[in-house]
Structure formats: structure tokens, C-alpha cells
């Protein structure tokens, strides 16, 4: 500990400069666009025994939760360093991802073998998503502002309608409590990166019945040449740097005992760069994407038994590609109406919700599609705890204009064996409506288009107790109606088959994934382990191939050290072989290790690092396209106890 406490008398003056600096630039330059927030926010805990929402929709402890899950508090967050949130989302279980460059770029994240665009994604409980192509910007998410994270597996779709088939990835902003508390970083690494980021949060009054947070994070990174020299599309040989800066808030007031009316938001910008192939006129392009969410929300306590929770939200991804031959523009905007209730039965929990949403978009890529869907939605969940028996039984009917019903359901079984033994049985169905680019994309949507289907049954054993964790689950899901690019009359006609796409989308597609997850954390007094193996099988039906970009092998392991104020570990991460597309375009395994560590200098101040990619393991997830070396981050940390 004397090394660190050398450190801060070294630096006594430069520590205030710091403190500056972070809450300065955090909060400057930050483009306001507002987000909207779930009032079913619980505070983060021991990530050991964690309280989850998202399996639910209602808090509860991770060991009456039936469906899979893996949750990542706030230490984990902290320690990541030079890590975008896609990157941090690589080292957990069940959750491989695909980019085409840096931390800034487009990317994919598959659960389980699904689709990218096969997962939900929320913020503060309110969905977030591009019309056009119906997936997320996560790339656009500044890791900085996020409290924790929980990612849920197998269809929810009987919880939250449309796109939940593989799972989903919910992301907690900050919510205030107790007196105010400050912190803020600030550092610099490899690739000419910075990141300095900040929060305020806590309550206020008599009786501490105003809650407040605010928080913001600026990023900017000179990049790396992310084109490889297997890419056959000529692309530019330079570096492809990125902005990226965000703010997220939080108030909220109690004016009775179980009372609660606030609002949140989140909001970020990226200014991310890219080469661009010859077809649109080669040289160095930008991507530009902003996402808002603002959400007003009421918590009401109506009596002992009930608990109602009504949300109105608006969602926004505006992007926009700027390259020497086009600046096309895509637009998304969804007004969000949520009515839950919550009603106690003895020990168990009958949910009923009630939703409307209204999605638009607008596309100029192309030729204009601007187009708007309106969904409503009611659903029914039963959640039973007696004894040594966990039941949850959900179903759910989403009626979409101009499209027709979808009607989604899952019922699951858990039995406690012993305290710590818990075994459960799952069955669910999913779906994913077509998105805009499929439906209405000129010269290659079809309006005639069925949902996406999944059907999902798993079966897990869980070890869970305050010093080890222990998960083996096996799943089987089989998607129907795969929505690919056809060439075949019908469904494409003949003006798309002789026009510029030479196809159509159609429901072409059948895919089978099954697999075995199995993941463990261990607490040894000082000592923290944990680790993680997916054997998996996602096979498209129709080809037999491999779906793209996805290994039959991946894993991660990790080992952490505290000792007084001082905190190291190490982790790994693995991939097996996988293909870019079909059968062709090979990328082989790899294995990267990163090493990271903290020490506190003096009260409330730390310095931190990490060092990714130590061996500097030369790797692609999308062919064609670098990956980051080894490259090493070190900053300052403040954070008030």
C-alpha cells in the first residue's frame, strides 16, 4: 500500500486538475437528445447474489429466477478500461460479437447463436432499435454512463413482444440514493484514446424523498487501420478513428409513502469513421448516430397487494453516412405508452401489462421509404413460489397494424433440491416482425413477409451460494421463417429479380441452435475466479453451414486479486473457427488475455489500468477487418465513500 500512497503525495496538485478535467469534459460538448428510463430500477448489488428485473420485469432475487441470465455490476464496468460496451459484452457467457473495425464501429452481438438483430435491446426498460434493419446501436452506448447491465437468454418474447427470440440485453443507468456522491476518471491509452467520464447522484430534503443522477462521458480515439490485407474490396489502407460522447440523468420525486413520479433519459452521439468501397467512392467515410430516450414515469403503491407502474417514452436512433457520393439519412422514433401492474397473491405474483407502440421510419438510401406500425399489446404473466416450487407461466398477444396478431407464450418450473441446488425446466416461443428494410426497401421489400418464429426448451442446474456460483444449462431453439435475401419467384417478383438487388427478401430460412452453457464464479477470501464454456451447434437448416460469424466454441475465464487497496486480475477470451458467411471466408480461432488493476492512493482517489491484448493477438471477427493489438490504458479515478 506504500507505493500508493507515495503516488498521491506526488501528485497531490495534479489530483485536483483531475477532478476538473472529468467533470468538466464529461459534461461539455454533450449532445442532447433525451432518453427514456424504467421506473423498475433496482440498486446494484453483490454480483454474486444480484437482484434482477429483467427475467420478470419486477426485481427479483437471482435465485427464484428461472430463465438464464448473466448480470454485470458496476466493479466489472469500472475495471474495463479501454472497453467498449460491445467489447465487454465479449466476455461473458453465451455472448459472441462481430465487428468490422475499433471500438466505434458497426457491430453485431449474438446470444446463444441467434441473430443480431434476433435480440432486444433495452435502456432503462424502453426499447431501443433502428426501424430499417431492426437491430441496435450499441457501439453508440458510452460505457461510462452505465450503472450494471443484465443479459437474459432464450424468447422473452412473451414479456416484451417483437425481436426478443435470442434474449436480451438490458442497460441500468445511475439511480440516486443516500447523500451525494461524486465520482469521475479521466485517462489515456493506446490508439491516441481518451475517456474521461463523471457522475453526481444521491437525494435530497427532510426526509431524502428527492432522488437525483446525472452522468456523462466523452471518448475520442485516433484509431487503427482497420482493413485487413485479406479484404478483396479495396478498401482504404487508413486509420478509422471516432467521437463519442453521452450523458444520462435520472429525478425523481416521492410525495407519499409508495408514491414515486420522475424522469430519465439517456442520450449519445458517435462520430465514427470508416473506409468506404469503391462502389460509393472509396477514401475515408463517417457514420454519425445519435440515440435518445426520455421517459416520464409514475410508481404508485396502490395498496398493499397492488403496485402500478405506468411509463410514457419516446425512443430515437438518428444516423446518418457521410462518404463522397451520398449522405444517406435513416430515422427511427417510437412513442412508447406502458400500463404494469403488479399484484401479490400470498407469496406469488399475478403481472398484467398493457402496452402501445408507435413505431416510425424514414429512409433517403435508395429511394424514400417512410413508413409507420402501430402495436398494441396485452399481456398476462403468474409467478408461483411456494415452498420448494418456482413456477412462472407468461403469455402474450402483440396486435401490429397492417401486419395481423402475434400471440407469444413460456412456461418454466423450478424445484430447490437443497438450499443451494436448483434445478428448472423452460419452454418458450419468440417472434420478429419484419423490419422496415425488409418489408419496404425499394426494388427488394416484400409486404407480404411472415414473422420470424422460434420455439425454445432448456433445462438447467444451478449451484448458488454467498461464496460460489455454479450454472450448467442446456438449450434446443428452432427459428422458422427465416427473413433472407431470396432470388426465387415468388415471393420476389420479376421486376426485383432484373433489378439492381437481383432478389427480394423472402422467409427463406430455417435455423436449429443447440448447445450446452456452463459458467461458474468463485470467492476464495481474497480471491475471485470465474469462467464460462458455450459448446454450441448453430446450423442453418436450409444449407447445413454454420450460421455466419458464429463458432461451435467459445469461452472466457478470469482471476482477480484484492489485497488492502490494491486489486489485479487477469482474463481470457476464446473463439473457436467460424465462417463470414455461408461456407466461405474462414476465420480461424484465437484467444486474447488482458491484464488490469487498480490502486487507491489516498482516500477516495485511485489509479487505474489495463493492458488488452497482451500478446498481441492478430484476429478478425468480420473477414477483412483488424481488431485491436495490444494496447495499454492508465488513468485517475475519484469516487467518493
Not at 425446466?425 to 409486404?447: C, E, Q, R, V
Amino acid at each position: 500500500m506504500q507505493p500508493c500512497r507515495n503516488l498521491w503525495k506526488a501528485n497531490n496538485r495534479w489530483r485536483l486538475s483531475a477532478l476538473t478535467l472529468a467533470l468538466t469534459i464529461s459534461f461539455s460538448n454533450q449532445t442532447v437528445y433525451a432518453q427514456s428510463g424504467n421506473v423498475l430500477v433496482s440498486t446494484a448489488n453483490n454480483p454474486m447474489d444480484p437482484v434482477i428485473v429483467t427475467a420478470t420485469r419486477t426485481p427479483t432475487r437471482a435465485n427464484d429466477v428461472l430463465a438464464d441470465y448473466v448480470f454485470i455490476g458496476p466493479e466489472e464496468i469500472a475495471d474495463a478500461g479501454q472497453t467498449s460496451l460491445v467489447e465487454l459484452l465479449q466476455r461473458q457467457r453465451g455472448v459472441e460479437i462481430s465487428t468490422i473495425g475499433g471500438p466505434g464501429s458497426a457491430a453485431s452481438v449474438f446470444l446463444r447463436g441467434s441473430n443480431s438483430n434476433q435480440a432486444l435491446l433495452l435502456v432503462d426498460g424502453v426499447r431501443s432499435q433502428a426501424a430499417g434493419t431492426g437491430g441496435f446501436s450499441l457501439q453508440a452506448i458510452p460505457l461510462g454512463i452505465i450503472d450494471r447491465i443484465e443479459i437474459i437468454f432464450g424468447p422473452q418474447s412473451s414479456l416484451y413482444g417483437s425481436d426478443a427470440i435470442g434474449g436480451v440485453i438490458q442497460i441500468f443507468t445511475k439511480k440516486g440514493t443516500g447523500p451525494f456522491q461524486a465520482n469521475a476518471s479521466t485517462g489515456y491509452g493506446g490508439y491516441g484514446t481518451s475517456i474521461t467520464d463523471a457522475s453526481l447522484y444521491g437525494s435530497f430534503g427532510d426526509t431524502r424523498t428527492t432522488s437525483y443522477a446525472i452522468s456523462g462521458s466523452q471518448e475520442i480515439s485516433t484509431g487503427f487501420n482497420s482493413v485487413a490485407t485479406n479484404n478483396r474490396n479495396a478498401l482504404s489502407q487508413n486509420r478509422t478513428g471516432y467521437t463519442k460522447s453521452g450523458g444520462a440523468g435520472r429525478i425523481a420525486q416521492e410525495w407519499d409513502r409508495g408514491q414515486e413520479f420522475g424522469f430519465q433519459f439517456l442520450a449519445s452521439r458517435l462520430d465514427n469513421q470508416y473506409p468506404v468501397s469503391s462502389f460509393y467512392g472509396g477514401g475515408i467515410g463517417s457514420q454519425i448516430s445519435n440515440l435518445g430516450i426520455f421517459s416520464l414515469f409514475s410508481n404508485n403503491q396502490i395498496n398493499k397487494d397492488w403496485k402500478s407502474m405506468l411509463q410514457v417514452s419516446q425512443s430515437n436512433d438518428y444516423s446518418q453516412n457521410l462518404y463522397s457520393t451520398g449522405n444517406p439519412v435513416y430515422k427511427t422514433k417510437q412513442m412508447i405508452y406502458s400500463w404494469q401492474n403488479d399484484i401479490k397473491i400470498g407469496s406469488d405474483l399475478l403481472q398484467l401489462v398493457a402496452e402501445r407502440k408507435t413505431l416510425s421510419g424514414y429512409s433517403n438510401d435508395g429511394g424514400i421509404v417512410s413508413q409507420d406500425q402501430n402495436t398494441n399489446t396485452v399481456a398476462g404473466s403468474y409467478q408461483l413460489k411456494h415452498g420448494s416450487h418456482l413456477a412462472n407461466l407468461a403469455l402474450r398477444n402483440d396486435s401490429i397494424t397492417g401486419y395481423g396478431p402475434q400471440t407469444t407464450g413460456s412456461a418454466s418450473y423450478g424445484y430447490f433440491f437443497s438450499k443451494q441446488i436448483r434445478g428448472n425446466i423452460n419452454y418458450g416461443t419468440g417472434f420478429k416482425a419484419p423490419s422496415f428494410n425488409d418489408l419496404y426497401f425499394p426494388d427488394y421489400g416484400n409486404t407480404n413477409l411472415q414473422a420470424e418464429k422460434s420455439k425454445n426448451t432448456e433445462i438447467g442446474l444451478h449451484y448458488e451460494s454467498s461464496g460460489l456460483d455454479l450454472h450448467l444449462i442446456g438449450f434446443n431453439s428452432t427459428i422458422t421463417n427465416l427473413i433472407q435475401y431470396t432470388t426465387t419467384a415468388p415471393p420476389c417478383t420479376i421486376a426485383q429479380l432484373n433489378g439492381p438487388n437481383g432478389g427480394c427478401a423472402g422467409n427463406a430460412g430455417v435455423a436449429k441452435i443447440s448447445g450446452v452453457s456452463v459458467g461458474g464464479i468463485a470467492k476464495l477470501s481474497s480471491l475471485r475466479l470465474k469462467a464460462s464454456y458455450d459448446q454450441q451447434n448453430p446450423i442453418d437448416q436450409t444449407t447445413g453451414f454454420l450460421l455466419a460469424k458464429r463458432a461451435r466454441q467459445f469461452g472466457n475465464l478470469g482471476a482477480e486479486y484484492r489485497y488492502q487497496k490494491l486489486n489485479v486480475g487477469a482474463e481470457g477470451t476464446f473463439q473457436g473457427g467460424r465462417y463470414n458467411s455461408g461456407n466461405s471466408s474462414y476465420m480461424g480461432g484465437y484467444a486474447i488475455f488482458n491484464l488490469y488493476g487498480n490502486c487507491e492512493f489516498a482516500k477516495d482517489w485511485s489509479i487505474f489500468g489495463r493492458w488488452n491484448n497482451i500478446f498481441n493477438k492478430d484476429y478478425q471477427l468480420s473477414y477483412g477487418y483488424n481488431t485491436p493489438g495490444s494496447n495499454l490504458f492508465i488513468g485517475v479515478r475519484y469516487a467518493m465513500k
